[in-house]
Every structure is written in C-alpha cells, then in structure tokens.
C-alpha cells in the first residue's frame, strides 16, 4: 500500500510538472507572439517617421521656392508700384495737357463762332464778293492778296481748332488706357503676392503638423519600446526557469493607431458622429453615434481588435449584447448588438480572440456595432482601424 502511495505521489507531482511546463511554454509563446508583434509595430512606426522626414525635407525644399517666389513677387510689386507712380505722374501731365487743351477750346471758341457765322452770312462766294467789292481797280492786286490772307487764316484756325479737338480726344482715350493698364497691374501683382503667401501658410501648417505627428510617433514607439524592453525579460525569465510575472504582459494600444484588425467583415453603414435614423443629420433630436455600425451577415465572428480583459459582457439596454474590452490606460473598445457572447468578464483576450457573433441591430438588418475609446472619450473608429 505504501508502494502504490508513493507511486501515486511520484505521478501526481510529475502531472504537476507537466502541467506546469505546459503553462510555461503557453507563456513563452504568448510573450513570443507578443514581442513580434511589437518588433513589427515599432518597425512599421520606424518606416513612418523616415517618410515623414522625407515629406518635412521636400516641403522644406518647396518653402524655399516659395520664399524665392515671394520674394520675385514682391520684387515685382515693387515695380508695379514704381510704374503706379511714373503712371500717376503721367496722368497728372496728361491732365494738365488735358486741361489746357479744354482751356484754349473755350478761349478760342467764340471768335471762331463769330468768325463761322460771318463766313455763313457772306455764303458761298464769299471771298470773291470781297474782291468784287473793291471799287479802285488798281487796288485790285492788293483786294486779292487779302482775300486770300482771310481764306488762308480761317483754313488755319478751323484747322488748329480741329487738332485741338482730336488732341483732346487722344489724351482722353490714353489716360483711360493708362488708367486700366495700372488697375491691372496692381491687381495682378497683388493676387499674385497672395497666392505665394497662402501657399506658403499652408506649406508651414503641413511642417507643423508633420512636427506634432513625430512627436506623437515617437511618443507612440517609446511606450511600445518600454513593452518590449518587459517582453524580452519576460522572455529571458522564462529561458531561465523562472514563473512568468503575476499580472500577465500586454501591448498598449495608442501605438496601433491606423494598424488595428476590423473586428468584423463588412461595410460601415453608420459613421462616427451620425445619428440613429439616417446618414443625413436628424431632426428627431436623437443623439448622435458615439462609434460606427459594420454591415455583416448575421452569425459572423467578431472579434477582438487588440489583447485586453473583459470589462463587461452581457446585455445592456440600447446595444443589445454587448462585449467591452479593457485595455489599458483607459483604453475600451465595445462590440455591441451580438447575436451570442463568447467569452466572460474578467478573462484575457488575444487580438483576434472571438468575443461573439452579429447579430440583429436595432435598426432591423444584421450588424455589428463598435465604439472605441480613448482617455476614456469616444474616438473615431475609422481612424484607428486599417485602411482597406
């Protein structure tokens, strides 16, 4: 009896042993899969910091074409304003030309008046009623050259007078010529000057926001280095023969950022921010959606987007059943309106770890609901989850 005991401990505390290098490698190829996947992140975040320094050193490069094209701008509205000024100064001569032209017109005006309505009034024959008027013939020869005195001046002072007119016609139509010529100018070189400067605001807005997106990578790849700084020791512990730590290691989620899985196939029928009833903004005072709403065949699996514990899991009025996932630094994603639940509160989940299945969602048709939060308030979704 007392052989079969000891051989029973001997059983027992070899099973025990088992089981415990069992639980062991679970361990170690948990933390394995694990520090993988932190490798891959942190790679991936590595590869975004290198493009986003090579799209600060080429908008750098287009900051500097822009400075020189400003400059060139400014330069050239320098010079529009110099023509504004020899421009200006030519209107104002133009203008006293103009002026004087309209004085001279009036001035000789009325003795031209005079002098038409006296030519009017002799009539056609009016030069030769004037040498017939001569009554010494000798004085002939003299009465003619007169007459043709007076016939040469009135030719030349209707003509003067028409150049006079034709002369004001012509600095009227160049000082309106100039006068565009300038508003042109100036306009084109003002919009011009504005265009350079909006495009170089925008330019320096791209370089700062290229700036607060490094920070938040490297902010981002420091947690994740820490992590896997505690993995490889988890690991190195594990080699060595040592319990794994008490509170199981996991990975945080911020760094996922645009890298999570969709916990389900589908396409979004609701958005982030939309109301209940319709795609368009609601009249109905509903409130508006804290998360997103999948389109899936009913029965499809969901699953977890990244490892976490489970917070709650049962039903909850408005979201049907529903599965939140706690993970970490006031982290939750929410998987709502499924159909059953597979898992129970408290327990870990793996990334990609089912939590369920869809099921009907409170509009009718079959779908998954999914809020994520961040700091403990709702954030988009789409802007966690992986382009597709």
Known sequence: MSGFGVRGLGFVSLLTLSVG????????ARTEALARRATERLQALQREADRLASDERTLLGDLRKLEVERQIRTEEFRAVDEQVQQVS?????AGGRMSALE???????PGLTARLVEMYKLGQGRYLRLLLSTADLRRIGEASRTVAALAELDRQRLAEHQRTLNDLKVTRAQLESRREQVATLRADAQAARVAVERAEQAKNELIRDID???????????ELATTQQNLQGTLRNLANGEAPAAEPLSLPLRPFRGDLPWPVAGSVRRRFG???GARALASNGSAPSNGIEIAAAEGSKVEAIHDGIVAFADTFAGYGNLVILD?????????GNLLDIAVKRGVRVDRGEAVGTV??????PAGLYFEL???????DPLQWLKKR
């Open 21 to 28: 290098l069992l639980a062991q490698q679970s361990d170690r």
């Open 89 to 93: 100064a030519e209107i104002e001569t």
């Open 103 to 109: 004085a001279r017109d009036l001035a000789e005006r």
């Open 212 to 222: 607060r997106r490094r920070d938040l990578n490297a902010q981002l790849a420091g």
């Open 274 to 276: 939309m109301t209940a």
């Open 327 to 335: 993970h970490g630094s006031q982290a939750f994603s929410l998987y």
């Open 359 to 364: 099921g009907p969602s409170a509009l009718g």
């Open 373 to 379: 939060r961040i700091d403990g308030q709702p954030a």
